[in-house]
């Protein structure tokens, strides 16, 4: 079942969630069982809340019971606890306390509804005494009064967990599809960013989406990448990133200086790739690197290799693990030296103390002039 | 640095010495650079972003010299006058430091060296010369400006004798209890030197640390080296840093220069 869901569209807004729950609810429950769904309920509870949707569940004996419906787009765990205080006072929850009614007339219960819920949002919505039921097909209904009860399961994990929309550009997904934005030159389809990126079609989605609805991609529906504001893109994601925040990076002493870093860099034997000024004066015209940004795999063994004294301050070259492998790619050499490609310089730049910032936009500058010397046409080879 | 257009106060002082050089042209093989200039001629490629400033030529003269020529008439001919101390020699735009290390200077004199057949002010004696003159080799020199095509072949201190020169400058005159500001220049001096590979520095002060000549004043600049530049909250690295307030981060100086330091110590044990 959970494979067919994949290929469809999640839904998201009430309408589209409202209209899964029917589905559900004439699909799955047992016959002899009837239920109808008011969408538009008129102001049957008292107070503000008004819910979203009425739910009329008839037994075979007859018994019926009538749930306010609230729809929620996505729901985790320590929401069920808000929507408890929220909405806990509507109807009564097990245990019944003796001599109580209900609060609210007419209402016997609230049932949740949610594009998916975890299995521990879900047993947490069960102890809080709510219904629920989402869109891959997890139902459950239950009522002290009258009492009535249905439990159908769906899907065991979320279908459309790519779905959930990207509000930065902070993780490493982000970080390979930014890249591959920068450094390919539209226009290409969203499946060719995907591998170009090295990432799932779903995962390279998201980010895209963000990045459209900011008007930094231009994307018309489902349509080919047709263009990238590079300078925006940069500018953007340095919102989100920084070198030494985003990276896991460390401190040491060079004492001969940067530039003397460089020459020892041969000596590794893994990857590296220098970013920063270094890399940055190679292109455009700026002040000698004060330090040395390096990107390696492994800080401690590159250190030791290279006879790094750690200097947590004062220190002229850091040494940074990647978030995202992307730095050592599309990298280039001069002189027998591997440079991270410039838009990660660029960032890198944009996000570092001192003259970082300055150095960026010189950086920038040359890149606007001779684009064509670091950003390529899209292709499968990338 | 290679490619960079050279600050004209450094065009200045390598054309007054080139003015100098050619003036006492017959005393050639006993005269050995020293001072900026010799510095930058082998850190050249030592880039650290701080610009490169002298506006003095600092000039050894190992004695024994000649008569001929005479240097007084020599550097008037070329246009110099005297200075206001022994050994300073003026023209329009720059100026010629004539020196003599004090333990290889004939007897006699206070600060002016006695050099027999020249006059009594001619050079200064300086202690922390001596090894300029028991290390150092020939190099070829040009004008820094386009227009001047001159060259002269001629000996450059070695970096373990301009060391010793340093840190005998910054080390008397700390005992002079003036550590000013001018002195952190020479502070950076002693950095861009301790950049250079360190074996050809612990060859360089082997060799200053083994010969009768320069014995007393190598040894006595390893010691103002240790206390100097033995930490980084030593004098002479705080100096250093100093020197670079505004255009460098001062703590990576005065970590570096006396890493390097206490590199340089160990391997002289």
């Known amino acids: 079942m959970t494979g067919t869901l994949t290929d469809l569209p999640a839904p998201s807004t009430e309408r589209e969630l409202l209209a899964s729950l029917e589905a559900i609810l004439a699909d799955k429950v047992p016959e002899g069982w009837s239920v109808s769904v008011d969408r538009e309920p008129s102001g049957r509870t008292q107070g503000q809340w008004r819910p979203d949707a009425l739910l009329v569940v008839e037994a075979p004996n007859k018994a019926k019971a009538r749930l306010a419906v609230e729809v929620r787009a996505s729901l985790y765990p320590r929401d069920a606890y808000a929507l408890s205080t929220e909405l806990g006072s509507l109807w009564l929850r097990p245990p019944v306390p003796k001599g109580r009614i209900p609060t609210v007339d007419d209402v016997d219960g609230v049932l949740v509804v949610s594009r998916f819920l975890t299995e521990r949002t879900r047993s947490m919505l069960e102890k809080l005494g709510f219904s629920y039921a989402d869109a891959t097909g997890n139902l459950r209904i239950a009522t002290r009064v ?12 979320n279908p459309w967990a790519e779905d959930r929309p990207l509000r930065s550009l902070r993780g490493p ?28 079609l779903g995962s390279a989605s998201r980010v895209v989406s963000l990045l459209v609805s900011e ?56 990857p590296y790739a220098v970013t920063g000024s270094l890399a940055a004066s190679r292109r455009a015209e700026v002040a000698p690197a004060a330090l ?49 490609a410039l838009p990660q310089v660029a960032v890198d730049l944009m996000t570092s103390p001192g003259r970082g910032p300055a150095e960026a936009e010189a950086l920038i500058e040359w890149m606007e002039e001779n684009e064509d010397a670091w950003r390529r046409p899209g292709s499968r080879s990338g | 640095m290679p490619g960079d257009v050279p600050d004209p106060v ?90 003599v290390p004090e333990g290889l200077a004939p007897a006699g004199g206070r600060r002016a060296a006695r050099l027999e057949g020249h006059g009594k002010g001619v050079a200064r004696k300086v202690r922390g010369l001596e090894g300029a003159a028991v290390d150092n080799e020939f190099q070829l020199l040009g004008a820094l400006e386009p227009s001047d095509s001159r060259t002269v072949r001629m000996r450059v201190a070695s ?22 500001r001018l002195s952190d220049k020479d502070a950076f001096d002693v950095y861009r030197l301790l950049q250079l590979p360190r074996n050809v520095l612990t060859r360089g002060m082997r060799r200053l640390l083994a010969d009768e000549r ?35 981060d001062p703590e990576t100086v005065r970590l570096a220069v006396a890493t390097l330091a206490q590199d340089l110590l160990l391997s002289l044990e």
């Open chain 2, 214 to 248: 320069s014995a007393e004043v190598a040894r006595a600049s390893v010691a103002f080296l240790g206390r100097l530049f033995g930490t980084d909250g030593a004098l002479g690295s705080v100096m250093a840093g100093r020197y670079v307030e505004g255009v460098a």
């Open chain 1, 215 to 270: 008007a930094f991609v231009e994307r018309t529906g489902r349509g080919p990448i047709e263009g990238v504001d590079w300078k925006g893109l940069l500018r953007r994601w340095s919102q989100d990133y920084s070198l030494l925040e985003a990276n896991r990076s460390k401190f040491f002493l060079e004492p001969r200086g940067p530039k003397a870093l460089l020459a020892r860099l041969m000596e590794l034997d893994g």
């Open chain 2, 10 to 99: 450094l065009v200045e002082a390598r054309r007054a010495l080139l003015d100098a050089l050619e003036a006492l042209s017959g005393h050639l093989d006993h005269i050995v650079l020293v001072g900026a200039q010799a510095v930058y001629l082998h850190t050249d490629d030592v880039t650290l972003g701080v610009a490169l400033f002298t506006k003095d030529a600092d000039v050894a003269l190992i004695p024994p010299l000649g008569r001929e020529p005479n240097i007084e008439t020599a550097m008037r001919d070329a246009g110099f006058r005297p200075g206001s101390q022994p050994g300073i020699w003026l023209d329009e735009d720059g100026q010629v430091d004539l020196l």
């Open chain 2, 159 to 180: 970096p373990a004798a301009l060391l010793v020169a340093k840190l005998h400058k910054l080390g008397e005159r700390q005992e002079e209890p003036r550590a000013d």
């Open chain 1, 146 to 157: 009258p009492p009535l009860f249905i439990e159908i399961s769906g899907a065991d994990a």
């Open chain 1, 173 to 200: 997904a982000s970080a390979r599809v930014v890249r591959a934005l920068l450094d390919f030159q539209p226009p290409y389809p969203l499946r060719l960013l995907a591998e170009m990126a090295e990432l799932p």
């Open chain 1, 292 to 340: 040395a940004a390096v990107y390696v795999r492994n800080i401690d063994k590159v250190a030791s290799r290279l006879g790094l004294r750690s200097a947590p301050s004062g220190g002229n070259v850091v040494l940074v693990e990647p978030l995202a492998d992307v730095a050592f790619e599309r990298t280039w050499d001069q002189e027998a030296i591997t440079y991270a």
